[in-house]
């Protein structure tokens, strides 16, 4: 399994964020059935003030950059993406990977 960690700022405003959690506690199930087809095992967003970090663990040959690409072209992907835009401080317009930003581990207790 691979495990990748991202983060996004929200729009800084109380109402927004609160709409943003109760969308994603209504995610389109043709997004989570792409995410999986994709090679998503599991996602979890948390929330700290208008940040929020997400941690994605995918299949072993998952490739970021090959696979999100394809994410991003399956059923409603798009139409999910300019919805939740909305809700996000950055440009509406971008593609998901200008929006959430890839986290280096620095480090891990084994």
């Known amino acids: 399994m ?10 800084p405003d109380d109402e ?10 209504q995610v389109w199930p043709e997004v989570m059935a792409g995410q999986r087809e994709v090679g998503i095992l599991d996602m979890q967003i948390f929330r700290y003030g208008n940040q929020v970090f997400m941690i994605c663990d995918t299949v072993d040959d ?11 072209q399956l059923p ?26 890839l986290m280096e581990k620095i480090y891990q207790l084994v």
């Open 62 to 72: 998952f490739d970021w950059d090959r696979d999100m690409a394809r994410l991003a």
């Open 76 to 101: 409603r992907q798009a139409e999910w993406e300019a919805y939740v835009a909305q809700y996000q401080g950055c440009d509406p317009a971008a593609p998901s990977a200008d929006k959430w930003h």
């Open 16 to 25: 927004l964020i609160r709409k943003y959690i109760e969308v994603h506690s």
């Open 2 to 11: 691979k495990r990748y960690c991202q983060t996004l700022s929200l729009v």
